[in-house]
């Protein structure tokens, strides 16, 4: 996997991270996750501004109307590197006691005929 497109991966599966947190009403964000998972290890060089940034790429938007889950999310987070957000994820998900079952959705927002 290329550099380019491996940025362009995580930023997705970011946004749809986010998404997911948003959807549960969850007390914390993908920033919020990014921010304990790398802030202490890359002290002067953390920089999480891009975060707020995802939606203004019309490509990372369109990532919803992609077919996703929780799944295909940490598989791609694992794929690049990003355990440490996912262990972050865990624990938040454990602290506030929020469990999820995989749900698979497609065609979502089509009208019927």
Same mark, same amino acid.
């Given at each position: 996997?290329?550099? %380019?497109?491996?940025?362009?991966?995580?930023?997705?599966? $970011?946004?749809?991270?986010? &998404?997911?947190?948003?959807? !549960? %009403?969850?007390? $914390?964000?993908?920033?919020?996750?990014?921010?304990?998972?790398?802030?202490?290890?890359?002290?002067?060089? &953390?920089?999480?501004?891009?975060?707020?940034?995802?939606?203004? #790429?019309?490509?990372?938007?369109?990532?919803?109307? #992609?077919? $996703? =889950?929780?799944? =295909?999310?940490?598989? =791609?987070?694992?794929? =690049?590197?990003?355990?440490?957000?996912?262990?972050?994820?865990?624990?938040?998900?454990?602290?506030?006691? !929020?469990? $999820?079952?995989?749900?698979?959705?497609?065609?979502?927002?089509?009208?019927?005929?």
């Amino acid at each position: 996997m290329n550099s %380019n497109h491996e940025h362009y991966s995580v930023a997705r599966a $970011f946004y749809q991270l986010d &998404f997911y947190l948003e959807a !549960i %009403n969850a007390p $914390f964000s993908i920033k919020d996750l990014y921010r304990r998972a790398y802030a202490e290890k890359r002290k002067d060089h &953390f920089d999480d501004q891009w975060l707020d940034h995802l939606a203004d #790429d019309e490509h990372i938007r369109e990532s919803l109307e #992609d077919s $996703f =889950t929780a799944h =295909t999310i940490v598989e =791609t987070l694992l794929k =690049t590197g990003h355990e440490a957000v996912l262990r972050q994820l865990i624990k938040h998900l454990r602290k506030e006691r !929020i469990h $999820f079952a995989e749900v698979y959705i497609s065609g979502a927002g089509k009208k019927k005929s």
